[in-house]
Nanobody, 122 residues
């Protein structure tokens, strides 16, 4: 089993940068694919980025390609989401998730964090 805790959210202006962290506990973290999703008010949870357990492969939503970078440090049991050139439409609660394989679908993940709020003002 994997427990996930996100941190690093906040309020900032458009064009700024933020790095989210997701600290994991549990023996299987290093063998888990990790994903970041986000959910804006009134919208469904949507895929942002994912990374394989070894970090050799990543996948991004088109809306964040070139601006966001997912990475992980298995020695620290942590996955990161570096977000640059933030836009107001990036405003959402951001969730990290752990699963067996890399996937852009929420159903592909077994464990979820509680989320961290990111608010980008114009």
């Amino acid at each position: 089993q994997v427990q996930l805790v996100e941190s690093g959210g906040g309020l900032l202006q458009a064009g700024g940068s933020l790095r989210l962290s997701c600290a994991a506990s549990g023996r299987t973290f290093s063998k888990s694919a990790m994903g970041w999703f986000r959910q804006a008010p009134g919208k469904e949870r949507s895929f942002v980025a994912a990374i394989t357990w070894g970090g050799s492969s990543t996948r991004y939503a088109d809306s964040v390609k070139g601006r966001f970078t997912i990475s992980r440090d298995n020695a620290k049991n942590t996955v990161y989401l570096q977000m640059n050139s933030l836009k107001p439409e990036d405003t959402a609660v951001y969730y990290c998730a752990a699963g067996a394989v890399i996937s852009p679908y929420t159903g592909g993940y077994d464990y979820w964090g509680q989320g961290t709020q990111v608010t980008v003002s114009s």
